[in-house]
């Protein structure tokens, strides 16, 4: 079974301080992805990562970056943590070698800023 | 957006009863997948339709797929307690690593 874990199930952090989420994938996928969840506003991609060292923005990159040095690693960095950036965060991986690219999902953080 | 749209956005049935969900998207697709939540946990992988697919089966679950009004359906048989979760439909686009996905229907099976 794929197993996709995350460093954190609760978080709870001051605005302003730097937040690293962290994503472990281990299965060998090449695809990585960062999402945050909100009520009423569904699954939003925030960064996507193809490769060790690549990544694309997502739909709202804003507040965020990421970092993949290593192929089974994908994290989410908070430069400056914000309230509005309280939310659930999942991570999600996926392999080009199922052609539909399934993605296998963490169990999320969830991250609340004061 | 290309984001999918799913309907209802809540469902309440009860136990044993069946609960079909809709999906509705904007452009071609490759593919197209259902994802169930569960309160406060990750999204998992439920079932895949290809686009040149019209319905597939698994277990309980039943989906089809309309190219031609852009839609699937979700059906669930014989509606279980634990299938009380939220289920999402995402699309796959031809050469696309990424998923495109709907808001989600929030299913309640009451016992």
């Known amino acids: 079974d794929v197993k996709v874990t995350q460093s954190s199930r609760y978080l709870v952090k001051r605005t302003g301080e730097k937040v690293f989420l962290e994503c472990v994938q281990d299965m060998d996928h090449e695809n990585m992805f960062w999402y945050r969840q909100d009520p009423g506003l569904g699954l939003r991609l925030i960064y996507f990562s193809y490769d060790v060292k690549m990544k694309e923005k997502g739909d709202i990159p804003e507040g965020y970056s990421v970092s993949r040095e290593k192929k089974e690693r994908f994290s989410l960095i908070l430069e400056s943590a914000s309230t509005n950036q309280t939310s659930m965060y999942l991570c999600?991986?996926?392999?080009?070698?199922?052609?539909?690219?399934?993605?296998?999902f963490g169990p999320g953080t969830r991250l609340t800023v004061t | 957006s290309q984001q999918g749209e799913e309907d209802p956005q809540a469902l309440s049935i009860q136990e044993g009863e069946n609960a079909t969900m809709n999906c509705s998207y904007k452009t071609s697709i490759n593919n197209l997948q259902w994802y169930r939540q569960n309160s406060g946990r990750g999204l998992v992988h439920l079932i895949l339709?290809?686009?040149?697919?019209r319905e597939k089966h698994s277990g309980r679950l039943r989906v089809t797929l309309d190219t031609s009004k852009k839609s699937s359906s979700l059906l669930i048989t014989a509606s279980r307690a634990a299938d009380t979760a939220s289920y999402f439909c995402a699309t796959g686009y031809q050469g696309a690593q990424k998923l495109v996905f709907g808001q989600g229907t929030r299913l309640t099976i009451n016992p």
């Open positions: 339709i290809r686009s040149n697919e």
């Open positions: 999600a991986s996926s392999s080009y070698r199922t052609r539909a690219y399934e993605q296998y």
